[in-house]
């Protein structure tokens, strides 16, 4: 969950400290010594400046199932926090959360395209294109790689940077008093800048803060099933506010809304606890995202018949998707210095 004002205050004073690391990291990538490589095809990072809750992962999901439909060959390239293992392989969309890593292993299942996991994202990129030389002889569609949560992963060079951002990372500050990975003048590193749509006046200052690149304005939609009373909520994301107001305002009363840290790995104690206060509650079911459930596990099977749980689907849109998926496209184009496979 968010860092309350009162803790922010009282962090201030290591803002510095987190600073001078930022410096330092950037002084390595300037002189090589944390060298940027590059894959053999394009790489479109999908990132953000804060901690989490920007929707990257919709939005990955909907620009795999784009590019897809325009006759790219797509794999998406991801970190897998959270997961136990440390090679790179391929997400198997009946894995776990606890092989994969949540958010890769949604991927694979909602976008049908590969997904690859590595901490170094160039070594799942590796693994990628070696799958794609097996191949090659048969499948002659163009291939783009999309790396997921890959702003601040400047080890691997990528071809598009599109960076999600919305008013609060505008307003926030850097961690650790705030919620920012890095400040706000990083933004200008990025090729698109992803904002939400029903913030009318965000695109204007970005403009006046002399942003002159791209802007996308994404519609968020979360698809909610019909329910018959109040439900229990409960989620585990880095803002859950925005989950339960989704759900508000797409007409359910939460009855009990239950936050958990983010990436909560699920345990039979919190079964119980969710059902309890389900129950004390006076809820008819409970409700969780899709993340959430894909973390549950099998334990998302133990809920009792009188509280089923349900899911609900957060679903990102680009705004005039046609011409910006293909001024996308456009930047996609092999360059000369990549070899054919």
Same mark, same amino acid.
């Given at each position: 969950?968010r860092?309350?004002?009162g ?13 001078? %690391?930022?410096?330092?990291r ?21 990132g ?6 920007a929707?990257?992962t919709?939005?990955?999901i ?5 590019? %897809?439909?325009r ?37 694979? &299942? ?18 990628a294109?070696?799958?794609a030389q097996?191949?090659a002889?048969? +499948?002659h &569609? ?6 997921d949560?890959?702003?601040q992963?400047?080890q ?7 960076l999600?951002?919305?008013?609060? +990372? ?14 706000l003048?990083?933004?200008?590193r ?12 965000l ?5 006046a ?43 359910l009363?939460?009855? %009990? ?9 699920y ?10 206060? %389900? &129950? ?10 899709e ?5 549950l596990?099998?334990?998302s ?9 349900l899911?609900?689907?957060l679903?990102?849109e ?8 293909e ?8 360059a ?6």
């Open positions: 969950m860092n309350s004002t803790l922010r205050k009282l962090l201030l004073p290591l803002v510095p400290a987190y600073r001078l %690391a930022l410096w330092l950037e002084l390595r990538l300037g002189t090589r010594l944390e060298p940027v490589r590059r894959l053999r095809f394009p790489v479109v990072s999908i953000n400046l804060s901690t989490g809750g929707g990257k919709p939005l990955a909907a620009l795999a199932k784009a590019l %897809a439909q006759g790219f060959q797509v794999d998406v390239l991801s970190r897998g926090y959270g997961r136990r293992g440390q090679l790179p392989v391929r997400v198997a969309p009946d894995g776990t959360a606890e092989e994969f890593g949540d958010e890769p292993l949604l991927i694979a &299942r909602e976008a049908g395209v590969p997904v690859y996991v590595a901490g170094q994202r160039y070594e799942a990129g590796l693994l294109e070696g799958d097996q191949t002889g048969k +499948d &569609r163009p291939r783009v790689h999309l790396l949560d890959g702003f992963h400047r691997l060079a990528r071809d598009v940077d599109i999600l951002m919305n008013r609060q +990372d505008w307003q926030d500050g850097l961690l650790p008093a705030g919620n920012l990975r890095e400040p003048r990083a933004a200008r990025a090729t698109v800048i992803a904002i939400p749509a029903d913030d009318l006046e695109e204007a200052e970005l403009k803060w002399g942003w002159e690149g791209s802007v996308w304005r994404l519609h968020r939609r979360m698809e909610v099933p019909a329910i018959d009373g109040s439900v229990a909520a409960f989620c585990g994301i880095a803002r859950p506010e925005q989950f339960f107001a989704g759900l508000e305002a797409a007409g009363h939460l009855a %009990a809304p239950i936050a958990f840290p983010d990436h909560q790995r345990a039979a104690g919190d079964l119980d606890r969710l059902v309890s206060s %389900a &129950r004390s509650s006076g809820a008819t079911a409970l409700i969780t995202t993340k959430d459930l894909v973390r596990g099998k334990l099977a133990a809920f009792p018949e009188s509280l089923p749980l899911t609900a689907c679903r990102i680009i705004e005039h998707e046609r011409e910006a998926i001024w996308l496209v456009g930047r996609l184009k092999p000369p210095a990549r070899r054919p496979l």
